[in-house]
């Protein structure tokens, strides 16, 4: 690739927005995370892909089917970031503030990346 020339490569891309810049660090990990998750797995239109299902800010993140969180980017993406960063930095992000009390019943996993049960 030319130094300084953009292209577009359709699937084998990521467009982040101006808002990118001003997220926290560990949205800007989850971000990336969430993006790669599009690049694996099965095609579009495969019906099996990862697809966005739902966003963690979305009412309807929690309430997806077994199926669709397995399939889903932001669950996906959200699963590996907790496994890197830990669950305390984690869940300390904006986005998933509503969704505290869901993560509080589940294992933890500590800033040094040990599963926590109790
Ligand atoms: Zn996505």
Redesign the pocket.
Known sequence: MEKGKTIKAPGQSVFVTNGFASQAAIDKKWTVL??M??FVGPRDGTGIQI??HAYASDGKFLSLTKFQKLHN??TISLFMLEACEGTTKTVASNDLAAHKAHFDTFPKVSPSGDIVTS
């Open positions: 969430h993006e998750t599009h697809d966005d980017a932001e």
